[in-house]
T-cell receptor, first 112, second 116 residues
Framework: AQSVSQHNHHVILSEAASLELGCNYS??????LFWYVQYPGQHLQLLLK??????LVKGIKGFEAEFIKSKFSFNLRKPSVQWSDTAEYFC??????????FGTGTRLQVFP | DTGVSQDPRHKITKRGQNVTFRCDPI?????LYWYRQTLGQGPEFLTY????????KSRLLSDRFSAERPKGSFSTLEIQRTEQGDSAMYLC??????????????FGPGTRLTVL
């Protein structure tokens, strides 16, 4: 069965610090990979997605993620975080079925 | 607002009561999904429709849960004989199977259910 692991449950950073959130998935076939973000009081929004092609994917608000097939990983990065990036971040995967399998999420707090 | 909408946003009910939630997807989207999210967890898939056909149901979905999408537009999720363990945020999402947008799901604000 597919599963997604997010290793960092709670991350606290100061503004301008660099961010990397880990995501590993278990599935041997072709996958589509996603990062969703949930800002306080708002609904889930897509940050970025990987379907095929260039394994380095750029998303909104300066976020990027790198798909490393050999490591079954899809880590999210941002070189310099802002206070407004405070949110919960979810990694998700799907493959031959249409349902999304989500990780447990990482809560990011950015202090000014 | 042309996003996914859900109604109600909050529902408080007593154990044993039935509840029904509604989801209106983005108008041109033919796929509609239901997920459940509990505190500290990511959303868990419950079921999804393509047009009016229910294509997949999770093993999480007990017999007390039923979902419909009668005309391929809005959907309802009903929980019968609610239990305290049903307390969660129920999320709806929609997507299109059109070229270039496959599998990108857009989420609604959710319905928060509290069972007393």
């Amino acid at each position: 069965a597919q599963s997604v692991s997010q290793h960092n449950h709670h991350v606290i950073l100061s503004e301008a610090a660099s961010l990397e959130l880990g995501c590993n998935y278990s599935y041997g076939g072709t996958v589509n990979l996603f990062w969703y973000v949930q800002y306080p009081g708002q609904h889930l929004q897509l940050l970025l997605k990987y379907f095929s092609g260039d394994p380095l994917v750029k998303g909104i608000k300066g976020f990027e993620a790198e798909f490393i097939k050999s490591k079954f990983s899809f880590n999210l990065r941002k070189p310099s975080v802002q206070w407004s990036d405070t949110a919960e971040y979810f990694c998700a995967v799907n493959s031959n079925t249409d349902k999304l399998i989500f990780g447990t999420g990482t809560r990011l707090q950015v202090f000014p | 607002d042309t996003g996914v909408s859900q109604d109600p946003r909050h529902k408080i009910t007593k154990r044993g009561q039935n509840v029904t939630f509604r989801c209106d997807p983005i108008s041109e989207h033919n796929r509609l999904y239901w997920y459940r999210q509990t505190l500290g967890q990511g959303p868990e898939f419950l079921t999804y429709f393509q047009n009016e056909a229910q294509l997949e149901k999770s093993r999480l979905l007990s017999d007390r849960f039923s979902a419909e999408r009668p005309k391929g537009s809005f959907s309802t999720l009903e929980i019968q004989r609610t239990e305290q363990g049903d307390s969660a945020m129920y999320l709806c999402a929609s997507s299109s199977t059109g070229t270039g947008s496959y599998n990108e799901q857009f989420f609604g604000p959710g319905t928060r259910l509290t069972v007393l």
